[in-house]
């Protein structure tokens, strides 16, 4: 059976990606996740999100990423694009703690929601490691399968694509920024925002100019960090 053709993807990802689909892993992984709904599991984020970071960011579009670890686990927040949340929800501390930098970097002020859609539409890829989790649980889904599936999209991406820039914040997208080719790409790395540790080096790290730094050095127009405030949104 060809389950490809069942996957709602955005083309450009879905043409690189349907023969994972057919996988063990993802078979395995579908199995499991089907059953813990069966079971009463609330997962996050909704099926049609769970792609979003890929549907939101078209392959040849992609020009910084960002690896997040796994979906917010409270109600509401997860929508598929790592770090972000729905507007109307609390801004998570981890990503306060990027606008605070943000704003040291670039003198960007923080906007009033965590919607990171405007850098999605922009180039960059809001990926999590592992795209599902249940609620209340965080790392529920951790060790199922997602993680070989990413890895793939950044294999690719390193391999296909050139002159991108990865931002690697913590010890988990360290490890799996390890396949990067470092002559060819940009790779960012600092400690997590998390405020256990974002002032062991997240703070001061400069991410954000030094990735436009080096995409205007290779010739592409640099990322605008700074987000529209809710009133000034014509859709999500």
């Known amino acids: 059976m ?5 996957i709602r993807l955005e083309a450009s990802w879905k043409s ?8 063990e892993y993802m078979v395995r992984l579908r199995t499991f996740l089907l059953e813990r709904k069966k079971a009463g599991a609330v997962i996050y984020p909704p099926g049609d999100k769970i792609f979003n970071a890929l549907d939101s960011t078209p392959f040849e579009q992609v020009r910084v990423v960002i690896l997040g670890q796994d979906p917010y686990h409270g109600p509401g927040q997860a929508h598929g ?7 109307g929800v609390p801004t998570p501390p981890s990503l306060l703690n990027i606008f605070k930098e943000i704003e040291q970097d670039l003198g960007i002020a923080a906007p009033d ?4 859609g405007h850098w999605a539409e922009q180039g960059v890829l809001l990926l999590n490691a592992v795209l599902t989790v249940e609620r209340g649980k965080a790392g529920a889904h951790q060790g199922k399968g997602w993680e070989s599936f990413t890895d793939h999209v950044v294999r690719l991406l390193n391999a296909e694509r050139e002159g991108l ?12 920024g390890q396949v990067i080719d470092r002559d060819r790409h940009l790779v960012l790395s600092a400690p997590h925002p998390s405020p256990l540790s974002a002032n062991r080096g997240f703070f001061g790290c400069r991410h954000f100019s030094r990735a436009n730094q080096w995409l205007q050095e ?11 405030m809710v009133g000034e949104m014509e859709h999500i």
Do not use: T
């Not at 690189?16 to 689909?21: D, I, P, Q, S, V």
């Open 113 to 116: 929601h965590g919607y990171l």
């Open 81 to 87: 694009l790592c770090f972000s949340v729905r507007l």
């Open 218 to 228: 290779h010739g592409q127009s640099p990322i605008d960090w700074s987000l529209p």
């Open 2 to 6: 060809n389950e490809s053709r069942e």
């Open 165 to 176: 820039v990865f931002m690697l914040w913590g010890n988990y997208a360290l490890k799996k």
């Open 16 to 23: 690189r990606l349907a023969g994972e689909f057919a996988k």
